[in-house]
């Protein structure tokens, strides 16, 4: 683990000693005055606080972070994602997984996925539980245009495209529903930890 300063008052935790959804929920149980964000990602926890003496004591803390799981699983209502499963990627997707575009589709609905952590947009959730078959690298060239509610696949992860962006990801299919809107409480349809489950239209 190593801790490299990003400012005066954030420090980026690298590689903690335990997934990092679940060491920064630890990390928050210390109840530190002073720290105003904690954000895991893949690899990464950044830890932002209101002011540079707050972070030095933060980060003299973090040894005494024991991590916390989530919830299990059958006790969290899942969110559930309506897709149609028409994105230009599916064949290629069935090919690289040597099987059909029928058996693609079923694969990814039968899984369950858990938000390991939110980044690259508002709303984009990084949906851990991508079945082993489909686990593929990113396109080789990404795409420089990708629509909003764009359901996709990429590694390990799963997600929808909250808007119109640049991305890399293969597109299986896409949604109606909203991943971000402004006027919802909380604006963020998903949040790390929440469980979601894909539902084909």
């Given at each position: 683990?190593?801790?490299?300063?990003?400012?005066?008052t954030?420090?980026?935790?690298?590689?903690?000693?335990?997934?990092?959804?679940?060491?920064?929920?630890?990390?928050?149980?210390?109840?530190?005055?002073?720290?105003?964000?904690?954000?895991?990602?893949?690899?990464?926890?950044?830890?932002?606080?209101?002011?540079?003496?707050?972070?030095?004591?933060?980060?003299?803390?973090?040894?005494?972070?024991?991590?916390?799981?989530?919830?299990?699983q059958?006790?969290?209502?899942?969110v559930?994602?309506?897709?149609?499963?028409?994105?230009?990627?599916l064949?290629?997707?069935?090919?690289?997984a040597?099987?059909?575009?029928?058996?693609?589709?079923?694969?990814?609905?039968?899984?369950?996925?858990?938000?390991?952590?939110?980044?690259?947009?508002?709303?984009?959730?990084?949906?851990?539980?991508?079945?082993?078959?489909?686990q593929?690298?990113?396109r080789?060239?990404?795409?420089?245009?990708?629509?909003?509610?764009?359901?996709?696949?990429?590694?390990?992860?799963?997600?929808?495209?909250?808007?119109?962006?640049?991305?890399?990801?293969?597109?299986?299919?896409?949604?109606?529903?909203?991943?971000?809107?402004?006027?919802?409480e909380?604006p963020?349809?998903?949040?790390?930890?929440?469980?979601?489950?894909?539902?084909?239209?």
């Open positions: 683990m190593r801790v490299l300063p990003m400012g005066s954030a420090a980026l935790v690298e590689d903690p000693p335990s997934d990092p959804a679940a060491w920064s929920l630890g990390f928050r149980a210390l109840g530190l005055a002073g720290v105003v964000d904690i954000v895991p990602a893949a690899r990464t926890v950044l830890i932002r606080c209101e002011s540079a003496s707050a972070l030095r004591s933060a980060i003299s803390r973090i040894g005494d972070v024991t991590p916390v799981a989530a919830d299990d059958s006790e969290r209502p899942p559930v994602i309506p897709v149609r499963y028409d994105g230009p990627d064949e290629q997707v069935a090919g690289l040597g099987c059909t575009v029928d058996e693609v589709i079923s694969l990814h609905t039968s899984a369950v996925y858990e938000v390991a952590f939110c980044g690259f947009a508002p709303g984009f959730g990084y949906l851990r539980g991508v079945p082993l078959q489909l593929h690298p990113r080789s060239t990404p795409r420089t245009r990708v629509p909003a509610g764009s359901v996709a696949i990429a590694s390990e992860f799963s997600a929808v495209y909250p808007s119109e962006s640049p991305g890399g990801w293969h597109l299986l299919g896409t949604t109606d529903l909203a991943m971000f809107d402004v006027r919802r909380p963020a349809l998903l949040a790390p930890s929440a469980i979601v489950r894909f539902e084909p239209k």
